[in-house]
């Protein structure tokens, strides 16, 4: 069965202490993997699309990257406000079907 | 402003009582998806759309039905509610997928749904 499983589930960190979350995926033919950010009580907010392996991108403190089994979602000196829940999200080619299939999110707690 | 509403925002219902949480978006998008988050479990697709009168199951289209009839509209039917639809759901949208890839897609900002 196609999964994608983020790490950790929750992660606190001090204002300018860099870090990185995981994404790791079991799926066959991926299509494209996708990073959202999601504030409490709002929709997700997108963040970042890569399609193949060795595929980085950037922007502001954040730099995704992809290899064939997973994504790093990298923080670079956090600042509160980047405090949020970081979601991941696959889409896989089963069928004639589009589906997309989301981790479960890591929780980004940034201390001043 | 280009965005994706939702109606209700919140809806307190009582087992079996059909109801439709209504979405809309102004981007011209081909693409429009429901999602339910629940705790511990994530976001979970419903249905999605790829255009007008094609519709097509997510991972747990149990208990809802979906209709596009319109390219901007995308409503949720629960014929009969039950507590464990007891949800925050999410509308989403995006460009048709090329290629065989998704486009970015733009989230609503959530119905939470609570079932007695």
């Known amino acids: 069965e196609d999964q994608v499983t983020q790490s950790p589930e929750a992660l606190r960190l001090q204002e300018g202490e860099s870090s990185s979350l995981n994404c790791s995926y079991t799926?066959?033919?991926?299509?494209?993997l996708f990073w959202y950010r999601q504030d409490p009580g709002k929709g997700p907010e997108f963040l970042f699309t890569?399609?193949?392996a060795g595929e980085e991108k950037e922007k502001e403190r954040l730099k995704a990257t992809l290899t064939k089994k997973e994504s790093f979602l990298h923080i670079t000196a956090p600042k509160p406000e980047d405090s949020a829940t970081y979601l991941c999200?696959?889409?896989?080619?089963?069928?004639?079907?589009?589906?997309?299939?989301f981790g479960k999110g890591t929780l980004l707690t940034v201390n001043p | 402003e280009a965005q994706v509403t939702q109606n209700p925002r919140y809806l307190i219902t009582v087992t079996g009582k059909k109801l439709t949480v209504t979405c809309s978006q102004n981007?011209?998008?081909?693409?429009m998806s429901w999602y339910r988050q629940d705790p511990g479990l994530g976001l979970r697709q419903i249905y999605y759309?790829?255009?007008?009168?094609?519709?097509d199951k997510g991972d747990v289209p149990e208990g809802y039905k979906v209709s596009r009839k319109e390219k901007r509209n995308f409503p949720l039917i629960l014929e009969s509610p039950s507590p464990n639809q007891t949800s925050l759901y999410f509308c989403?949208?995006?460009?048709?997928?090329?290629?065989?890839?998704?486009?970015?897609?733009?989230f609503g900002p959530g119905t939470r749904l609570t079932v007695l």
């Open positions: 989403a949208s995006s460009l048709y997928p090329r290629g065989g890839s998704y486009n970015e897609q733009f």
């Open positions: 799926v066959s033919g991926l299509r494209g």
């Open positions: 890569l399609y193949s």
């Open positions: 999200a696959v889409h896989f080619r089963g069928g004639s079907n589009y589906k997309l299939t």
């Open positions: 981007m011209n998008h081909e693409y």
């Open positions: 759309s790829m255009n007008v009168e094609v519709t």
